[in-house]
Each structure stands twice: as structure tokens, then as C-alpha cells.
């Protein structure tokens, strides 16, 4: 047996190292594979939110990283006293870090399910449902607002999105967005067929869903179309897998081939139609110890 090392993950700048020492203890809810469209379905409230189930609350929390949250945005310029919005705040995990620095922090999210979570665990924060592509002008301004990991569902919309954000900016305020880049699409070593169908997913992820797995290397060039000043990009990685895959990854990877993969209407031709034949294949490879699976990171800040 090969000697395997606990994944320690690479943090987003100056080879600082992070472990992911923050994540909540793992209960056992990863399901079998056969989540079925019919409970999908039922779990969905109506959002293009391609992510949407019952379990992404606890997904979201998994994958939210106390120390990680704080460093990015501390780098973007956050400081206490600050007025803040988390745009796309899910279940308002980022909202309490951001809140909890000292800041005054509020969230907003398109879907309700994600609101009703948030004001559930943070009764004592403020939490809207608002489309961020639409005017926010009723939440008022901010001095920061963070985007992250909420571009990518927007693909078409980002840079709109992004011009728009600075009508709620106090004069002299912060937008920081955090997004991936070439999202989902580097392993090793993978067979040619299960590559060649996770990329023609994806590829279909974007036309049909507006999900842009590149959204990563344009948001410099979205900010600096909308005339921010004092622009800042940082590139990183956000996945850095190789061994055993620990807890979070497992549920987050499960989560990606059983929630947005299986969902997106590809018809999984190359595997005879059927998506629990490319199941089995895209999940021996990645709970194989031996393969490297990365995913680069871009966080782009800029002032009005
Ligand atoms: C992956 S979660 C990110 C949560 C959090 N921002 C973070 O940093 O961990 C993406 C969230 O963005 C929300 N979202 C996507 N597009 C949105 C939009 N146009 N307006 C508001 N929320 C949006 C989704 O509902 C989801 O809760």
C-alpha cells in the first residue's frame, strides 16, 4: 500500500499553507448514488441555482473554511466597522465570518431555501432574498461587498452583474469576487471516454445552465470594464486532491456528479444513456488514492 499524506491544501497566496482544520466534524449523509430525479425534484424550489437540493446547506458548510474566508478577505481590504454584503451568502455560513471580524454583515440569496437556512442558523444577522443581477438598491450600500463562488451560476450575467454591484458601493467601497477557474475539468490520470464526457457536460452545464466554468480567469477583465480603480487579482488553487479524498471532498464531489451533473439533461450517449453507468466510472476515479485532481482559484478586488 502506498504511504498516503493528509491532504494539506495550498492557501491562495505566498505559499502559506492552510489544513482544513476548521471543517466541522463529518456525520455520515453521503448517499448512495442513486439520488433520483424525482426526489431532485421535489427538493428543487424553483431556482436556476443548479446546486439546489437538500443537502446543500450542509454542503455549503462543509466547504466554508473559518481562516480561509478571513484571509481572502482581509487581502481585498475588509476591516472592521465596515458595512458588508455577502452577495449570493447561501446559507449565511460566510456571512457569520464576515460579521464575526468585526464587520456589519448582511447576505442575500436568489433562492429561499438558501434564506430560510441563514435565518435560521443566524437568527441574529439580516438576510433578504435578491436576485444580485437586479438592482439591490432597497438593501442599501456597503463598504465591501463579496462575491464568491456565486459568478460561476451567472455566466452570461457576470459582467453585468459586476457593473451593476457598484451602484451599492459607498464611495471609496470594496467589491471582492472569488471564483474558479477551468472549473472541474483537471485529473489524472483519466480515461479518454470519462474526460471526453465530463467536458462535453460541462460544455453543455454553460449553454443550456449559464453555469461558466471559466468565469475565474474574466473577472479582471469584467472589473476592468466596469472602471473599478485600484484592481488586485491573486491566482491560487482551491483543489489540491490527491490520496484518499477526505470528507468534504467526498460530499462535494458526490454532490457535483449527483446534483449538477446528473440533473443537467446531458444525455450521457457515450455511456449508452445511461448516467449510473458514468457514475461508477467518474467515482472509482475519483476515489482512487492515485489520482491529482486541482482547481485554480482567482480572487479579483477593485474600488469605486
Ligand atoms: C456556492 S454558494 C456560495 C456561498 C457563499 N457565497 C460562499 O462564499 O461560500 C452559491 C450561492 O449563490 C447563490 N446565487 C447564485 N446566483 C445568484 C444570484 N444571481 N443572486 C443571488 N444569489 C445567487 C446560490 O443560491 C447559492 O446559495
Not at 429561499?112 to 444580485?132: G, K, M, N, T, Y
Not at 437586479?134 to 463598504?143: H, I, K, V, W
Not at 464611495?171 to 471516454?193: E, Q, S, V, W
Request: charged share 25%.
Amino acid at each position: 500500500m502506498p504511504v498516503i499524506k493528509v491532504n494539506e491544501k495550498p492557501a491562495w497566496r505566498n505559499g502559506e499553507f492552510l489544513k482544513e482544520n476548521a471543517v466541522r466534524a463529518f456525520c455520515p449523509v453521503v448517499q448512495s448514488p442513486a439520488m433520483n430525479k424525482a426526489a431532485f425534484d421535489s427538493d428543487n424550489d424553483g431556482s436556476l441555482y443548479i446546486m439546489e437540493h437538500s443537502q446543500e446547506c450542509e454542503r455549503l458548510r462543509r466547504k466554508t473554511i473559518p481562516e480561509r474566508v478571513l484571509a481572502q478577505a482581509s487581502w481585498a481590504g475588509l476591516k472592521p466597522g465596515m458595512r458588508v454584503l455577502d452577495a449570493g451568502c447561501g446559507p449565511g455560513f460566510t456571512t457569520r465570518i464576515l460579521n464575526d471580524f468585526g464587520t456589519d454583515a448582511m447576505g442575500c440569496d436568489w433562492a429561499p431555501r438558501r434564506i430560510e437556512s441563514a435565518r435560521r442558523e443566524h437568527p441574529d444577522l439580516r438576510f433578504e432574498v435578491a436576485d444580485i443581477s437586479n438592482s439591490l438598491e432597497q438593501l442599501g450600500r456597503f463598504d465591501f461587498i463579496w462575491v464568491r463562488f456565486v459568478l460561476e451560476y451567472n455566466g452570461r450575467k457576470a459582467s453585468e452583474i459586476i457593473r451593476r454591484l457598484k451602484a451599492s458601493l459607498n464611495p471609496g467601497g470594496i467589491l471582492c469576487c472569488i471564483d474558479l477557474d477551468h472549473n472541474c475539468l483537471n485529473h489524472y490520470p483519466m480515461d479518454a471516454r470519462l474526460e471526453a464526457t465530463l467536458k462535453s457536460c460541462i460544455d453543455h452545464l454553460y449553454k443550456k445552465l449559464d453555469w461558466d466554468p471559466f468565469v475565474g480567469r474574466k473577472l479582471y477583465t469584467y472589473l476592468f470594464d466596469a472602471e473599478y480603480s485600484s484592481i488586485a487579482v491573486e491566482a491560487g488553487s482551491q483543489h489540491c486532491i490527491y490520496g484518499q479524498l477526505s470528507d468534504t471532498d467526498t460530499m462535494n464531489w458526490l454532490k457535483k456528479l449527483q446534483v449538477a451533473v446528473k440533473q443537467s439533461g446531458y444525455p450521457f450517449e457515450e455511456y449508452g444513456g445511461s448516467f449510473d453507468a458514468f457514475f461508477e466510472e467518474a467515482w472509482a476515479f475519483f476515489n482512487n488514492p492515485r489520482r491529482f485532481t486541482y482547481t485554480p482559484l482567482i480572487m479579483a478586488c477593485g474600488k469605486v
